[in-house]
């Protein structure tokens, strides 16, 4: 027996009578004539192989098939119903969990003042977090397994959104005790440094900082790349090495890493910092919630 050659309207039928214990009153209750219940009753007793009611008197009385399916249809209609249905967005109330992508930077920057953001609004939902590789490998924005993501990526493929959420300054950094804290570092001096590049994903990072280097004149050695802010934070914390971090990362950790900004003609990479979803949630009155919260979060109204 296979449900897809059943016509879900039979069911509804079959529910009414079972209910109504009448075909006139399930006919009344549903809108429709006595004859068109008996034809849809016709189809079922051929398709389940019983005759699931009987007459009786006036009305009708289910067999033994059919008191057993009563309750399993019932609910089984109740619980469509409810699926089907458009219902309101509580925050107070929602249990769904939210996910979002953002990168090590943004996780350590902005996650914990957001995360009590949330407590706050939405006590009972759950929250993911995922990095921006893993976002890229779901499928980015169409992925399924992915609310929205924050991040420096402008993708204009058709079905996504994007709206701004802030913009981002870099800075060079360097242990305190790094030869070249403290002084001003000329463009010479600086082109003998050796940098931590990060990668947060293939292809995905801070890509415009060697055309920056480049358009300033300045040669920039890379020793080694990693596939996080933090990772490069804590290299330049423990080598000569240099890293270039964003600014609002490098406020959050500087005293625990013991960095120093270093004073040099290090070009400046300014970026955007996005909200990304796709059309998939456009419409969900949860996931529009979410996104306003996201926004709120970065002062957005």
């Known amino acids: 027996m296979s449900l897809t050659h059943i016509d879900l309207n039979l069911l509804v039928t079959l529910d009414a009578v079972l209910t109504e214990g009448s075909v006139a009153r399930a006919a009344e209750r549903l809108h429709v004539t006595p004859s068109a219940v008996s034809n849809a009753l016709a189809r079922l007793r051929t398709f ?19 008191l057993e399916l009563a309750p399993a249809l019932k609910s089984a209609l109740e619980e469509l119903k409810r ?37 706050s609004e939405m006590p009972r939902a759950r929250l993911r977090i995922v990095g921006i590789d893993t976002y890229l490998s779901l499928g980015g924005p169409p992925s399924t397994e992915v609310d929205v993501a924050i991040a420096a990526i402008e993708d204009t493929a058709p079905g996504v959104h994007i709206s701004p959420l802030r913009s981002e300054t870099s800075v060079l950094v360097a242990r305190r005790s790094h030869p070249s804290a403290g002084e001003r570092i000329t463009k010479a001096r600086l082109s003998k440094l050796e940098h931590v590049e990060v990668q947060v994903a293939p292809g995905r990072g801070y890509r415009g900082l ?31 090495f240099v890293a270039t971090l964003p600014a609002n990362l490098v406020d959050v ?49």
């Open 210 to 240: 060697a055309r920056l280097y480049a358009d300033a004149g300045i040669e920039r050695h890379v020793a080694m790349t990693v596939p996080s802010f933090v990772a490069a934070a804590a290299v330049a914390a423990e080598t000569d």
């Open 83 to 119: 699926a089907v249905q458009s219902q309101a967005f509580d925050p107070a109330t929602t249990t769904r969990q939210f996910t979002i992508a953002v990168s090590d930077a943004g996780q350590i920057s902005w996650l914990p003042a957001f995360g009590r953001l949330m407590s």
């Open 253 to 301: 950790f500087q005293e625990q890493f013991g960095l120093s900004v270093l004073k040099a003609p290090a070009p400046t990479l300014k970026t955007a910092v996005n909200l990304i979803w796709h059309d998939r949630t456009n419409d969900d009155p949860a996931s529009r919630a979410f996104r306003l919260l996201i926004g709120r979060s970065f002062g957005r109204s």
């Open 48 to 66: 389940i192989g019983d005759p699931l009611v009987v007459r009786s008197g006036r009305g009708v009385v289910a067999t033994p098939r059919g």
